[in-house]
């Protein structure tokens, strides 16, 4: 059965250094991956989604994740945290029994610093 | 609509009581998921829409809850005699297919219905 373990509950960055958040997958084949992200009082919104079609994804707000199918990770990464990064991240894989079911990880709080 | 429109976003009610939540997911979506999220649970899966019918109730965490969509479009979730456990923020998603996979379609979610049940 498909599973995500997400690494860390909390993360606190200051403003302008990187952002990493880790993200392990538990699956019998190389499965579609998400991030999500979830600002305060507002809905989930997708971050990026691995399809196969490139290991490394782009997401909005200059995120990005690398599928390392050898190490069962999917982290996300940004250069440089901005203030409006702070939220709650999930990783999220899809349910393999025939539809569109998500799983989601326990989510990672980012917290940015000036 | 544009996005998935979620009422009430808030609900405060009394032990005992029952409550509806609504959801009015975007148009010609074929699929419409239900989720709770709660302190310290994370985000859990109630049921799953694919038109009108709910091939996947697994989620549902007891007889007291249920759900139903009209038209192919919008859906209800009851919760009866609602517990002090049940305090929650009841999201609702919904995306054009229920496929999976590569093609996996995005799931677009509401911003929750926030129920306190004191």
């Known amino acids: 059965a498909q599973s995500v373990t997400q690494l860390d509950s909390h993360v606190s960055v200051s403003e302008g250094t990187p952002v990493l958040l880790r993200c392990n997958y538990s699956s019998s084949y190389s499965p579609s991956l998400f991030w999500y992200v979830q600002h305060p009082n507002k809905g989930l919104q997708l971050l990026l989604k691995?399809?196969?079609?490139?290991?490394l994804v782009k997401g909005i707000n200059g995120f990005e994740a690398e599928f390392k199918k050898s190490e069962t990770s999917f982290h996300l990464t940004k250069p440089s945290a901005h203030m409006s990064d702070a939220a709650e991240y999930f990783c999220?894989?899809?349910?393999?029994?025939?539809?569109?079911?998500?799983?989601f990880g326990a989510g990672t709080r980012l917290a940015v610093h000036p | 609509g544009a996005g998935v429109s979620q009422s009430p976003s808030n609900k405060v009610t009394e032990k005992g009581k029952d409550v509806e939540l609504r959801c009015d997911p975007i148009s010609g979506h074929t699929a419409l998921y239900w989720y709770r999220q709660s302190l310290g649970q994370g985000l859990e899966f109630l049921i799953y829409f694919q038109g009108n019918s709910a091939p996947d109730k697994s989620g549902l965490p007891s007889d007291r809850f249920s759900a139903e969509r009209t038209g192919g479009s919008v859906s209800t979730l009851t919760i009866q005699r609602t517990q002090q456990e049940d305090s929650a923020v009841y999201l609702c998603?919904?995306?054009f297919g229920g496929g999976i996979g590569k093609g996996a379609n995005v799931l677009t979610f509401g911003a929750g219905s926030r129920l306190t049940v004191l």
């Open positions: 999220v894989v899809p349910f393999s029994g025939g539809y569109n079911k998500l799983i």
């Open positions: 998603a919904s995306s």
């Open positions: 691995y399809t196969s079609a490139a290991t």
